[in-house]
């Protein structure tokens, strides 16, 4: 009567086994969640890396960012204009993000911001300019699609490619 109580009260071998690998499973699977996340974390650190640095003073940093926001600001009344077919509304959102928006911008800044940057630059406010010209009518909604669709194209490449950083 006395050996079955003893096994319960003490595991066998076979039992410390299973208990064992169970823990030994928990500790590699963890291991590897913890190396998964680790690889992760230093990928993004990479990528964010590749991006050319440009640094700028708060001021010039405020500056740009500022007429990022303003685009974007642009781009969803352009939207908005495109949902209602308000031809108007469109053409005075995609003028108000177009070529006009950086006249007289403080050269200052420009001059730090690396050529291809201000090419872009350029570029996206031409798209905005062009959209203002080509909207009218039934085909509205089509065109701004299609102006949208170029211009986040570009919106998407410059941020692919810089970053902004506060000079020393
Ligand atoms: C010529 C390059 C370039 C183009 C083109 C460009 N951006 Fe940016 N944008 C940047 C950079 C650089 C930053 C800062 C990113 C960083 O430091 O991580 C930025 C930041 C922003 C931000 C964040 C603003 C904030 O307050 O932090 C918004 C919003 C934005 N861009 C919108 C847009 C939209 C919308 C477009 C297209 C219509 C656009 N950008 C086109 C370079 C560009």
Same mark, same amino acid.
């Given at each position: 009567?006395?050996?079955?109580?003893?096994?319960?009260?003490?595991?066998?071998?076979?039992?410390?086994?299973?208990?064992?690998?169970?823990?030994?499973?928990?500790?590699?699977? %963890?291991?590897?969640?913890?190396?998964?996340?680790?690889?992760?974390?230093?990928s993004?650190?990479?990528?964010?890396?590749?991006?050319?640095?440009?640094?700028?003073?708060?001021?010039?940093?405020?500056?740009?960012?500022?007429?990022?926001?303003?685009?974007?600001?642009?781009?969803?009344s352009?939207?908005? +204009?495109?949902?209602?077919?308000?031809?108007?509304k469109?053409?005075?959102a995609?003028?108000?993000? +177009?070529?006009?928006?950086?006249?007289?911008?403080?050269?200052?800044?420009?001059?730090?911001?690396?050529?291809?940057?201000?090419?872009?630059?350029?570029?996206?406010?031409?798209?905005?300019?062009? %959209?203002?010209?080509?909207?009218?009518?039934?085909?509205a909604?089509?065109?701004? %699609?299609?102006?949208?669709?170029?211009?986040?194209?570009?919106?998407?490449?410059?941020?692919?490619?810089?970053r902004?950083? %506060?000079?020393?």
């Amino acid at each position: 009567m006395n050996q079955p109580h003893e096994h319960w009260a003490t595991p066998g071998p076979l039992e410390r086994r299973a208990r064992s690998i169970a823990y030994g499973i928990l500790v590699l699977a %963890l291991g590897v969640l913890a190396g998964v996340g680790a690889r992760e974390a230093s990928s993004r650190q990479q990528q964010g890396d590749k991006r050319t640095a440009i640094a700028l003073t708060a001021d010039q940093r405020d500056a740009v960012l500022s007429d990022m926001r303003t685009m974007l600001t642009a781009m969803q009344s352009i939207m908005d +204009g495109a949902t209602r077919m308000d031809i108007p509304k469109i053409r005075a959102a995609a003028q108000a993000a +177009g070529t006009a928006a950086l006249v007289g911008r403080d050269s200052a800044t420009q001059a730090q911001l690396p050529e291809a940057f201000r090419r872009q630059s350029a570029e996206t406010r031409a798209n905005f300019d062009a %959209l203002a010209e080509a909207v009218r009518g039934f085909t509205a909604r089509d065109t701004t %699609l299609a102006y949208l669709s170029r211009i986040s194209a570009r919106c998407v490449s410059c941020h692919a490619q810089y970053r902004l950083t %506060l000079k020393e």
